[in-house]
């Protein structure tokens, strides 16, 4: 039986404008965490949210994380944790989200203040935070508050878990998570993120994998200190054409990765995952769109999208100590570290990645026969995650996005990683459902960010809908 | 008939502490070229130098060379010139030298206050600018006053010709050279320039030939802007493996160019040019210790030299437009440039040495199949320099060497370039000398740069010696 929501929805449009007067304020606290002088306001935001939630009769608590690691002059911002309704009878979902922002100045090119708000003809809500994360964020708050009005029960007890560092590495958030999980988070039955973006413009989607990332350094040293080519050009064997050439040897233009055993490790491609592909709502313009060029690997959508979402990838980043200013300098860099990364997918075990890279990079390096030494090794890793999009978290959100958008949504995975869904996942043992609000023309992290009205307000349905159908949904599915 | 010099050299031995006063004072004027602020300084260093010079009697000019180009806000300091003698029957020598100086700061690591000279229990008198180029310059003035004071003829007219931007792209004096040729420096019969040092710290040498640098960006772009490695690694060719595979074939790792043509410009080797290399002050051990490492090329002296001082080599600086901090970031660069340079010798021509560059680097990334574009230019070219050491000039400055110190200078070339060499050359068509004062372990451009006293005081010996033996050189030689 489908659940009864036009109580709801017809609330949400009647609030609409105090929804974005909501975000107005959340807009206008520059909540950037990246920013020592703006920590303050990081706080006063979780502050903000804090007396929000209470406003609206959840139970609440700002967890302190204590001081920044290595910069002890600074507190971190309170995990805000909160609690509304606490009905056995129901299931319970545990939401995340952040209150922290990117750092935005006008004078990076924003058409408007970024920090004020400011709605244009075409709807489009422009303001740091808007679509990244304060948007989806008070969309909870908001479908709470009209539920309260509408005189509609609330179908769940819901969780919330509202940080304040995601922007700037999740200090302390995954310590955070895995003491809870038996303790505040015990109940949860699943999890829901709103914090990514729709594939396109048009249609929403639910995001159920994400690649992991292996980060490496590969180091090449040998004189004691920078030399001047013209002394020492020709004489000695130097660091940077050792290192480069190592790093020509990883990868090639066509993005085919050189490392033995990595390609490998990828699971295969189903008939039945290939099959997938044709129907996600993107086209070979959206790709040239975003990156400005022509300049893709392959000409299909399907192979573009396996390449982005299933198959690993190897990206050379730069070189550390080597000259890297504009103009001429006629340095031998005596040490130089190449920075490069391994977007990693189902099943690449990262120690077995790490294995391959390191014994690989050592082997070519030896066959250069250089008198310089190499040393390479990982700086971190991120594991890739997938979901089944069969779970009742999934099939719960299907159709509550069928009933709000009037679409069947994509499923989709992303290419970059949000490595507190696999904290989740790892630490609750729960189905973890990523649902965004935005869309791919949002500019999340860049100037100009902005979240549509429309997809602010029917979003808020959504993650109310979503919540009744997780009612209904039975545990089989 | 050897030159009467007993009175000058014991001349010299009684005002030696004098000497080293006017060193002392000359240290002490911040005369920092790179500094805007201390600009000033430079400016009060000329006036001093042209005070000393009038004090001996010289006539002195100091020409303005107007503003700064592109920063106009600076005055470019004056160049002193001046002349002491105009005896038609005399020949006539123009020096040139330095008056500014490298930057220094305590905090970079001075063990002493780098404008303060400092003389310690081993006569090593530190302080920036003692070596370079402050000792030497001073060194004419002192072989100036010695004379006069030991009653000893002038033996020749000298010209001099002092800047004050050496240390910051000699700015303004290349026009300034050209345009006094047939005027202020019209009688000059032979350039010397005191502006470089020993191979080693025991054996004098004469240095007549330099190395060219034709420097080269060469640019790969294809993004619109700078993409996430997570949304984009796998479909989209990235500019930096590009980049890095074009750069990885434009030289090995024992430093062979792989560019086609360059090695064939090279003159040969002769039988006579070789049998030279074996009797050079030089070890493995020298190199070994200025590397700081024992990461050469050539195990033995012979090759090593050559590869220095007469075989062009290519050495990679860097890549601007790539990640280069600490840390890690998953970033694709959209536009990266690499920055590498050839080291020209006798026969390269510049042009054709940038053509072969063009033309191969294209080529290389012709195969590669990109998408990307690939742009490649060259930033500056210098050529090399090579006198003749039978000249004259330079058999005078032997027999002064061999006259003060005892032993036949080494005759040496260098690998990197002095520019103002082969203006002198090109604008005087006259032979050009380079006599060093200083030693190798004088750390010039480094922290804890000196002079031993003994250099100083000997080297103004042999600055005045010099003259003289070039008043009775025979023109034939
Ligand atoms: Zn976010
Ligand atoms: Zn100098």
């Not at 940077?240 to 699971?267: C, F, S, Y």
């Not at 994509?410 to 965004?436: A, H």
Request: glycine share 10%; with cysteine.
């Amino acid at each position: 039986m489908a659940p009864q929501l036009d109580a709801y929805f017809k609330q949400v449009d009647t609030l609409a404008e105090s929804f974005i007067e909501r975000l107005r304020k959340a807009v206008a606290i520059p909540s950037v965490s990246a920013e020592d002088e703006r920590r303050p306001e990081v706080i006063r935001m979780g502050k903000f949210l804090q007396a929000e939630l209470e406003a609206l009769g959840c139970s609440v608590e700002a967890r302190e994380l204590g001081k920044e690691p290595q910069r002890e002059h600074l507190d971190l911002p309170p995990v805000i944790v909160a609690r509304y309704g606490s009905d056995s009878k129901k299931r319970t979902i545990l939401v995340y989200g952040h209150y922290d922002v990117q750092p935005a100045n006008l004078e990076d090119g924003w058409a408007t203040q970024p920090f004020e708000l400011t709605v244009d003809d075409k709807g489009r809500m422009f303001g740091r935070g808007s679509t990244d994360d304060k948007g989806p964020v008070l969309g909870w708050l908001n479908a709470i508050e009209a539920h309260q009005k509408a005189g509609v029960d609330f179908p769940v007890n819901l969780l919330m878990c509202f940080e304040g560092m995601e922007e700037y590495g999740s200090e302390g958030l995954d310590d955070f998570i895995a003491a809870e999980a038996d303790k505040y988070f015990k109940d949860a039955d699943a999890v829901c993120i709103s914090d990514n973006y729709w594939l396109g413009t048009e249609k929403p989607c639910l995001t159920y994998g994400l690649r992991g990332c292996n980060y490496y350094s590969v180091e090449v040293s040998g004189p004691g200190q920078d030399l001047h080519s013209g002394v020492f050009g020709g004489t000695v064997q130097e660091p940077m054409t050792d290192l480069v050439r190592v790093m020509a040897q990883l990868v090639d233009t066509d993005g085919k990765i050189l490392v033995p055993g990595i390609n490998e490790m990828v699971a295969p491609l189903t008939d039945d995952e290939k099959a997938l592909y044709g129907d996600i709502a993107f086209t070979m313009d959206n790709l040239y769109e975003s990156l400005g060029s022509k300049t893709g690997i392959f000409p299909d959508k399907e192979k573009t999208l396996m390449a982005r979402w299933r198959y690993p990838s190897l990206s050379l980043h730069g070189i550390e100590g080597a000259f890297s200013a504009p103009g001429g300098k006629t340095v031998i860099p005596a040490k130089v570290t190449g920075k490069f990364s391994i977007r990693t997918v189902p099943n690449m075990e990262p120690a077995k990645v790490n294995e391959a890279v390191f014994k690989y990079v050592n082997d070519v390096f030896k066959k250069l026969g250089s008198k310089n030494s190499l040393k390479v090794w990982n700086n971190h890793d991120g594991r890739w995650w997938v979901a089944s999009p069969n779970h009742w978290n999934f099939t719960a959100a299907g159709k509550a996005v069928e009933r709000v958008w009037g679409v069947k949504p994509d499923l989709t995975r992303e290419g970059g990683s949000i490595p507190v869904t696999l904290t989740f996942e790892e630490s609750l043992k729960k189905n973890v459902l990523l649902l965004p609000m935005g869309s791919s023309t949002d500019a999340a992290h860049s100037i100009n960010e902005k979240l549509d009205r429309r997809n602010y307000i029917e979003g808020t349905k959504l993650l109310g809908a979503y919540l009744h159908y997780v009612a209904e949904e039975p545990t089989g599915a």
